[in-house]
Nanobody, 117 residues
């Protein structure tokens, strides 16, 4: 199995920046995709940014040009650089990994991002 530990959330003013980190451990060779999701109060969890199994990246329209996802070649960490943050980016952010091993999808514990003046 794969275990995930997230860090980097916090309170930031509008137009500020934050960098989220997610470190993976365990059966890293089983990882086929990595990404970040978020869930705001009263809303469904949504994909923010991710790497597909082929290595391509995709972003939610709402974050394109402001957020950048990156990862290590060893797939033991994935990062989300968030710039020009807006109040509507406020949410709990979750790291997500898809694996060839049961349970096939693993979630991090979540980290709160609050954008407010």
């Amino acid at each position: 199995q794969v275990q995930l530990v997230e860090s980097g959330g916090g309170l930031v003013q509008p137009e500020g920046s934050l960098r989220l980190s997610c470190v993976a451990s365990g059966r890293l060779s089983s990882i086929i995709a990595m990404g970040w999701y978020r869930q705001a109060p009263g809303k469904q969890r949504e994909l923010v940014a991710g790497f597909s199994s082929g290595g391509s990246t995709n972003y939610a329209d709402s974050v394109k040009g402001r957020f950048t996802i990156s990862r290590t070649n060893a797939k033991n960490a994935v990062y989300l650089q968030m710039n020009s943050l807006k109040p509507e980016d406020t949410a709990v952010y979750y790291c997500n990994v898809k694996s060839t091993l049961f349970p096939y999808e693993i979630w991090g514990q979540g980290t709160q991002v609050t954008v407010s003046s």
